[in-house]
């Protein structure tokens, strides 16, 4: 049973930094691309980052560009998003998801990601 379990949101004020966990089970962690997504509500969901499966290869949204970082660590089965300087704009559901298709490119759209977690919750006040 393949699971992504979120964890590290919460409720932060503005300027704060946080790093949200990912932790994977279930699938073979290490030939998998890693992928981080948000959700506000009412908007559609977006493309924040992306690591391959080297660990070295990062791809971000053009709005995230300076502000976030991903990271994996192979051997605990985890990815991590950094982010710094939160925004209240910043606030949405943050889902990671795990792609297999061992493209070594950036890959934004939801569909190249075949497993998804439940999301954790980030909320910037003001």
């Known amino acids: 049973q393949v699971q992504l379990v979120e964890s590290g949101g919460g409720l932060v004020q503005a300027g704060a930094s946080l790093r949200l966990s990912c932790a994977a089970s279930?699938?073979?962690?290490?030939?998998?691309?890693l992928g981080w997504f948000r959700q506000a509500p009412g908007k559609e969901r977006e493309f924040v980052a992306r690591v391959t499966t080297n660990g070295f290869d990062k791809f971000f949204g053009d709005s995230m560009k300076g502000r976030f970082d991903i990271s994996r660590d192979n051997a605990k089965e985890t990815t991590y998003l950094q982010i710094n300087n939160l925004r209240p704009d910043d606030t949405a559901v943050y889902y990671c998801?795990?792609?297999?298709?061992?493209?070594?490119?950036?890959?934004?759209?939801?569909?190249?990601?075949?497993?998804w977690g439940k999301g954790t919750q980030v909320t910037v006040s003001s």
């Open positions: 998801a795990a792609d297999p298709s061992g493209l070594r490119r950036q890959a934004s759209s939801e569909t190249w990601y075949t497993y």
């Open positions: 279930g699938l073979s962690f290490s030939t998998y691309a």
